[in-house]
Every structure is written in C-alpha cells, then in structure tokens.
C-alpha cells in the first residue's frame, strides 16, 4: 500500500485547506510553504523541487495548492505523481477563472487573510513602497480592496480600515465559500494518483 497523499499547500491558504482536508481527505498529510517565499522565487522553486523530490522517491503523490509562483511550477506538476490545482494565484484558485476575471477587470485588489494581518509589512518592507507611493500606484490600476473571507477566520476589520486609510482605496468583504476549491483539489488528488509510478487512485 502506497503511504497517503501530500498536501503541499502555500501558507496563505493553509488554514483552508486543512480545513477540507480534515473533511473530505483525512488520510492525507499536508506540509505548509510560508508565502514569504514568494518574495525570492528561486528560493521558492528549490525548495518545492527538493520537497517533491523528496516526496515522490518516499513513493507519496504530492498536491500542489499553489498559483503561477515561480517560473518552474508548470515543470514541476508535469511530474509524475504530481498534480497542481487550477489557478494562476491564490486568489484565482478561491474564486475560479471567471469570477476572477470580472473582479480583476473592475480593479479589485484581494487581500486574504495572511495578507491582510500583515498588510503593512508587505507593502512597506516586502514591496520597499512609501505611502504616497502606494497610494499613488495603487489608484492607477485598482477601484477598491476587496477582503475573501472563508469565514475560517475573523474578519480583521482594524488591518482592513488602516489599510484603507494608508492606500486610500475603499475596501470591502466578500464572502467566498470553498465549493471550487473542493473540487480542484479532488481533481489535482486523482491526477496525482493516477500519473504516480505504481499509485492508484
């Protein structure tokens, strides 16, 4: 008997999927990538080609919940045994492709619920951006922020209205449950499987 599937989820969406897992797929383990790599993306890529390298020669198929982080992940879930669910960021893989597009062509700016805690010190030491210059680049390209909120978590409703006040865009939440999520991970768990040397679904 194969050992159970990984989980191989970026930080920011952790909470969510530990929570599906724990639902629908408790026999698989889960591994968590702090998002702080997506930063330096060689880094990131390393360390994603070592763990599956790791993973898949222990004989365990490996799902990636991850978007488009770095310039290798479409090499990476080609590999047998591994699978990567749909969507280019994690935004995306919340709301689905078309949802995604309307949102981005109204401008919206997503925060989850990492990004959102820590939405200072991304923009002011990830990004290096002042606050003029946030708001200023900010406003060319987007209308308001808008909060996805899985209701796995409180709403951070403080970070969201300083955040509003230091960008100067408007922010709202929505609500988003994890039907679309559910399934793209059902669909990634079975290719994994499958394409596994030796795996069955």
Known sequence: ????????????????????????????????????????PQRLSALLHDTLKSRIRSG???????GECCTVM????????VARVRGRDCPEILLGRAAY????????????????RRWEEIFTQ????????????????HSRLVYLDTGLAPVPS???TACTQWCGLPHTIRPVNLDLVRMSLDEALRTACLTFQGGSP
């Open 1 to 40: 008997m194969n050992p159970a599937p990984l989980l191989l989820s970026c930080s920011v969406l952790a909470r969510e999927v530990q929570h599906l897992a724990g639902q629908y797929w408790p026999e698989c383990q889960m591994e968590t990538v702090s998002s702080d790599l997506h930063m330096v």
């Open 60 to 66: 365990r198929p490996v799902v990636l919940i991850f």
């Open 74 to 81: 479409e090499e990476l879930s080609a590999i047998p045994g």
């Open 101 to 116: 597009r309307s949102a981005m062509q109204a401008g919206e700016f997503f925060l989850l619920p990492e990004w959102a």
């Open 126 to 141: 990830r990004l290096g951006l002042a606050h003029g210059q946030a708001a200023e680049l900010l406003s060319d390209v």
């Open 158 to 160: 403080d970070e969201l």
